[in-house]
């Protein structure tokens, strides 16, 4: 056997599995980068999400806010009409 056959008998076969190993690691690189962005794209859109539910429960809380400063105003008046009109019973007694 001629160092030349043995070049081509050892060299080629691990010639051909380095560039595999270089083919695979290129395509490993190109798939983890599709995850990547697919990801980056599924954060975005929670992101929106979550900004659109924060925007919702804020209104919400204004919505409250305002129901309740409104029932505070009708009691406080309620109990004013409620005085007034307990003056008049007396007035009409008396």
């Given at each position: 056997m001629t160092n030349f056959q043995l070049l081509l008998s050892i060299g080629i076969p691990s010639l051909l599995i380095v560039v595999g190993f270089v083919y695979n690691n290129a395509r490993l690189n190109t798939i983890?980068?599709?995850v990547s962005a697919r990801f980056n794209s599924v954060d975005a859109r929670f992101?929106?999400?979550e900004t659109n539910v924060s925007s919702g429960?804020?209104?919400i809380r204004t919505r409250l806010n305002t129901?309740?400063?409104d029932l505070r105003q009708f009691y406080r008046d309620l109990g004013r009409h409620e005085a007034e009109i307990?003056?008049?019973k007396e007035h009409r007694r008396s």
């Open positions: 983890e980068a599709n992101g929106s999400i429960f804020q209104d129901i309740e400063a307990n003056a008049l």
